[in-house]
């Protein structure tokens, strides 16, 4: 078998009298796969995935949180070897936690989180320490730096520079950007950390933007910022 599959319903039915649950195998599972489900809730506080040959996750999340929503679980994937994680969703509603960075080193992380109103500032925070779990992938594929941003500018700021920003990090792509201050914050961030940069692409929304007065300000602002890096393209186009 090489696939682990768990809905919603199924982690429920975990038993519930657990704080922690453990998923072990030895066989030649490659795959773990978490459709379409709300979170992982009752008195189960962790679930931990050990699959030695683990190769790929995919988390999709059509649930919407709540602030009444109760505590969720959180998920721990260890003693793997990932070559690709992917999270589509509203929004995290539970924490997932890699045991340790380097099992991702080789991996290329997807993570796509799309607008929503009602989530709490918790899920934003669980955004940004999932990202934080990849500081040695490969390369990182991030949609949704507005939901991100909106609850954590104090946290971007103060945030630890992790090693590959300053080691392996060279390229830097931003899709639909629109010139808002969360997409030029975030931009701020890499420009001065990101000491081995050789190239920040940036796509724009659409192509009238490129001849208006937001993206003029945009560039602007972006070419005043301190650059870590010795020498880099920066490019714009159009989606």
Avoid at 106 to 125: R, V, Y
Avoid at 190 to 198: D, I, P, Q
Wanted: aromatic share 10%; glycine share 6%; net charge positive.
């Amino acid at each position: 078998m090489r696939q682990i599959l768990m809905s919603g319903n199924t982690a429920n039915a975990m038993q519930r009298a657990l704080h922690t649950f453990v998923m072990k195998s030895d066989s030649r599972r490659r795959y773990f796969k978490l459709p379409n489900s709300g979170p992982i809730t009752g008195t189960v506080k962790v679930v931990i995935v050990k699959a030695p040959l683990l190769e790929n996750i995919h988390m999709v999340q059509d649930h919407t949180p709540s602030f009444h929503e109760p505590c969720s679980c959180q998920i721990e994937f260890s003693d793997c070897h990932l070559k690709e994680f992917t999270f589509d969703g509203y929004a995290i509603s539970q924490p997932v936690i890699l045991s340790d960075p380097s099992i991702a080193k080789n991996a290329c992380a997807n993570i796509k989180l799309s607008k929503w109103q009602d989530g709490t500032p918790e899920a934003g925070l669980r955004a940004f320490a999932l990202l934080n779990q990849f500081s040695q992938a490969k390369s990182i594929t991030f949609d949704g730096s507005e939901g991100i941003f909106r609850f954590n500018k104090e946290l971007l700021n103060s945030a630890v520079v992790r090693d590959c920003l300053t080691s392996t990090l060279k390229v830097v792509k931003f899709g639909r950007v629109n010139g808002y201050k969360h997409e030029l914050c975030l931009s701020k961030f890499f420009m001065e950390n990101g000491t081995v940069l050789e190239r920040m692409s940036f796509s724009l929304a659409s192509q009238e933007l490129g001849k208006s007065k937001v993206m003029e300000d945009f560039k602007e602002n972006l070419f005043s910022f301190k650059k870590g890096f010795s020498f880099a393209v920066v490019e714009f186009s159009y989606d």
